[in-house]
Structure formats: C-alpha cells, structure tokens
C-alpha cells in the first residue's frame, strides 16, 4: 500500500477501527460525538442490509446506532452492545445515551446520573463512539446527522412518549437489526432486589460507616439496625466457636481412633508375647523344668559305680576303761596292781577281736587318769613296773 499502513488490532475475535477504518487501542476509552456531524470523508450512501453482511471497504464502515437509558449498566447491556457490535462484518457501534431530563420524564428515576451512565458507556469494549443527550424517538434528521445505516434494539415493541412501538417507523424504513435480550437480568430486577433487602443493605452501610442522615433511616431504625449488626456479630463468632469445636472434636476422633488401634496392636503384641513365654509349651516352662532337674540332681546323693568292692561296715570300737569308768560310773581300782589287771585283760580282750592287728593309739583324756591310758606297748611296761 502506499503512503500510511493499515495496522489492525484484535481482541477475542474483533477488529476494533475508528471511522476512518484504522484501528483503536482498547487503552483508550471511547470517544464522544461531535456537536456537528459525523466526520466520515467517504460519502455516506444507506446500505441495504444485503450489502452490508457481504461487507464494505475499509473506509466504508456500517454504522450501526443502539440507544438506551443503561442505568446501573450491567451484563445484559454489555451482550446487546455485543451483539450489535458483530451484526455485521464491518461495523461501527454508536450508542446514545438519554440524559436524566428525558428519562425522568418517560421512564422513571435513575440510581446513576447520566455523566456516570455516560463513562460506564465509554468504557465498554464493544462501543466506538457515545451520544450525549440522545433523543427518546429517532428522527429522520438526528439519522442523517450521525450517518446512520442500522438501528439495533430487541424487536419487542417498546411503547412509550404515547406510541404502542417506538421504533416502528425505524422498522418500516428496513432499517432495524434485531439483536436478543438477555433474560434474567435486568435495571429493573437490580432494583426490586435492593428494595426487597433494604433493611440488609442499610445495616450493611451503616457499619461500612455511612451516617443515618445518609441513608434517609430514622433514630429508631438506626439504633435497631446497630444493634441488629452486633446480633449478627455475636452469631457469627459463635459459629467460628462452633466450626472450631467441630474441627477440633474431629481430630480427636481421629487421634482416639488412631490411639485405640495402637494399643489394639501392642495388646496383641503383648498377649502374643506372655503365651510364648508363660504359656503351656513356653519359654518358661522349659526353663523351669531344666533348673528343678539340676537341683534334685545336686541334692540326691551319687551311687557307687557297678562292679567296685563294697567297703565292710565299720567295726563299733570298744569303749576304752577310762570311758566305762566315766559312763559305767563304776569306781577305779584301788591299787596300781588291779588297775594293771584290768588293763592287761582289756588289751587280751581287744587282740583277740582284732585278730592280732595293732591297734591306732588311744586318744588322750584330761584328768587323774590320763596317765594310765596308754598304747598297747606301753602297758607291758607299765606292767613289769608295776610287779
């Protein structure tokens, strides 16, 4: 091309052109109509409805105008710009805008004023261009001032200013485009759910900080909304209270749980353990039995071993005289001779029994007759002394 480049710009699908055919940023709000008319260079020749779905030239956009009050501008708005915006491949979406004058008078009191109805417009995507002050019913000369090829507006006949269709005029020309009404919302809805939940909202701004005087509420009412709010202040923790207590008893259930499972476990564990040990085969038992063994073992006394010669009983040894006389109680002998003859028949006595083994020597004994037990060798001495 020569001279300027066309440069184009898209979001979500549409490319977004002044009236002259290039493109505008979206960093930008949309701009206001001229007191004057439009500023369009080509010449300006109504289009059919034909001609403009086949499309126009780059420097012929279809201007298409949608009008409305647009009071607490909101999705649905927004869906009718939409779909009037993409009515035709090229198109330019002028939107007019009535001010507070001719709203009060046919419709209604407004919650926004109409500079704020005029900047929420601006500031919607679809929208190429906004007119202030727009008139109730279109007529042939504000028509032919802005250029317009196409009116868009739900075909559900809108009586008013005295006419059952405002727009029946603009139908008969074959100028009208068609777009769909959102259901389910509405101006209209916005405000009956405000007037239906007034007392809601007022207690709501009351404690963002709005003064009684603000918001038209009388003293009473001021003072039952407050102390309403604290109510609802005080339910409000107790619900806290109460999502915290049931947040609470549920992890003590589940460590409970947890806790009883444990200690199913290690009673197991520990039955499991003491029938090993101390039950009928255990651990114990054995032990036991092995320990009780050895110990009658340690206490019964050894047998001989088979074959050895057993040993002779032990000969019961004859008192010796001293001890007869000491046990006997028999009184000694008077004279060396007689104590001599009893000794001598003893030793006799003793020899014959032993078979003529010597027998060991005679223990000693402390008193006066100490001196007279002897060994047999010596009692032959003692003897010859004595005769």
């Known amino acids: 091309m020569v001279g300027r480049k066309r440069r184009e710009r898209r979001s979500n699908g549409l490319v977004l052109r002044d009236s002259r055919g290039f493109c505008k940023t979206l960093t930008e709000p949309a701009a206001f109509a ?5 500023q369009c260079r080509a010449p300006h020749e109504r289009l059919t409805i034909a001609q403009a779905r086949r499309g126009t030239p780059v420097d012929r956009p279809v201007r298409v105008y949608a009008d409305g009050i647009f009071d607490l501008f ?62 109730w019913t279109l007529t042939p000369e504000f028509l032919e001032k802005h250029k317009i090829d196409f009116v868009a507006h739900d075909d559900i006949p809108y009586s008013s200013a005295g006419s059952e269709d405002v727009y029946r005029h603009i139908k008969e020309a074959g100028m009208f485009a068609p777009t769909q009404r959102t259901e389910g919302i509405s101006t209209s809805d916005i405000i009956t759910r405000i007037v239906r939940d007034y007392d809601v909202y007022a207690r709501r701004n009351l404690q963002r900080g709005y003064t009684a005087k603000e918001l ?78 050895r110990m009658l073992q340690a206490l019964s006394p050894r047998q001989s071993p088979t074959g050895s010669p057993t040993r002779s009983p032990t000969r019961e040894r004859s008192p010796s005289p001293t001890s007869r006389w000491l046990f006997n109680k028999t009184s000694p002998p008077s004279s060396p001779k007689a104590a001599s003859a009893s000794v001598s028949s003893m030793s006799e006595g003793e020899g014959d029994e032993k078979g003529g083994e010597e027998p060991p020597a005679l223990e000693r004994t402390s008193g006066p007759t100490a001196s007279l037990i002897r060994a047999p060798s010596q009692t032959s001495s003692l003897r010859m002394q004595v005769s």
């Open 74 to 135: 909101h999705s649905g708005h927004a869906r009718a710009l939409m779909q009037a915006k993409n009515l035709f491949p090229n198109g330019y979406l002028i939107v007019g805008v009535c001010s507070d004058e001719l709203t009060h008078k046919y419709k209604g009191f407004t919650v926004m004023t109409e500079e704020e109805r005029y900047e929420a417009l601006r500031h919607c995507r679809y929208v190429d261009e906004v007119v202030r002050d727009a008139p």
């Open 34 to 38: 001229e007191e004057g008319s439009c």
């Open 216 to 293: 038209n509420v009388s003293f009473i009412n001021e003072k039952k909304y407050r102390l309403q709010n604290q109510v609802d202040k005080m339910k409000e923790k107790v619900k806290n209270v109460e999502e915290k207590s049931k947040h609470f008893v549920y992890k003590v259930e589940e460590k409970s749980h947890d806790l009883i499972q444990k200690w199913e476990e290690k009673s197991r564990e520990f039955i499991g353990n003491f029938l090993e040990l101390f039950g009928p085969d255990g651990t114990w038992k054995q032990v036991f039995q092995e320990r009780s063994g």
